[in-house]
């Protein structure tokens, strides 16, 4: 006896996998946002049958979450460096994917319960950089919440002409402050320890 697949067989014979489900659903945040993002028009854009998301993803929220591991599954942390370089650059790669999906972020602020493991795994790797001072729990928040701030900012201009700052001028003020809060860090902790 074959075993058979679960779900309905396209009709035109297409699969389409959930990777190129989550690049449609990455293209309409976006180009639409968040209110763009129906199942109806992912489905419209996919060229497949509304059910097929709700068959890889369960519901909005189960692809908001997949959406998330998708775009932060490439943050990490380098494997070289002291500790506070290594927060740097994990901090400006995490910066750098909230530019690129803002409504995304946003999304995920609006419903903790949908919190991707990459975050947390982001989260984890910063707290364990910081883990020798007394208050790493509390600079992290420091820094992911400047990080967010930082990038949200430059994710909500309209990119019009008359704009004074590029995204890299923005980049360049963000490592600077970045910077400035790390060097505070290591002071205080030289502080604890002295």
């Known amino acids: ?9 396209p009709a ?11 690049s449609e659903a990455l293209e309409i945040l976006h180009a639409e946002g968040l209110t763009g993002l129906t199942m109806r028009a992912l489905a419209t854009r996919a060229g497949i049958n509304p059910m097929t998301i709700y068959h890889h993803f369960k519901d909005r929220d189960g692809l908001i979450k997949a959406l998330a591991e998708h775009a932060y599954a490439d943050v990490a942390t380098p494997e070289t460096g002291d500790d506070l370089a290594r927060a740097h650059a994990l901090l400006t790669a995490y910066y750098s994917k909230v530019v690129l999906y803002p409504a995304l972020t946003l999304a995920i602020f609006a419903q903790p319960a949908i ?10 790797e910063l ?30 201009r309209d990119g019009s002409a008359g704009q004074q700052r590029s995204k890299q001028a923005m ?19 030289r502080r604890h320890t002295a």
């Not at 035109?12 to 989550?22: A, E, F, M, N, Y």
């Not at 020798?132 to 701030?149: K, M, Q, R, S």
């Not at 360049?172 to 910077?179: I, M, S, T």
């Not at 809060?181 to 902790?189: D, H, I, R, V």
């Open 1 to 9: 006896m074959i075993a058979r697949r679960r779900g309905r067989p």
């Open 12 to 22: 035109d014979g297409r699969t389409v996998s959930p990777d190129r489900i989550l």
């Open 115 to 124: 919190f991707p493991e990459h975050a947390r795994r982001i989260t984890d």
């Open 127 to 156: 707290t364990r950089l910081l883990n020798e001072h007394d208050n790493a729990l509390l600079w992290t928040h420091i820094l992911v919440d400047y990080t967010h701030g930082a990038a949200l900012a430059v994710a909500s």
């Open 171 to 189: 980049l360049n003020d963000f490592e600077c402050g970045l910077a400035e809060l790390l060097a505070a860090f290591g002071k205080s902790l």
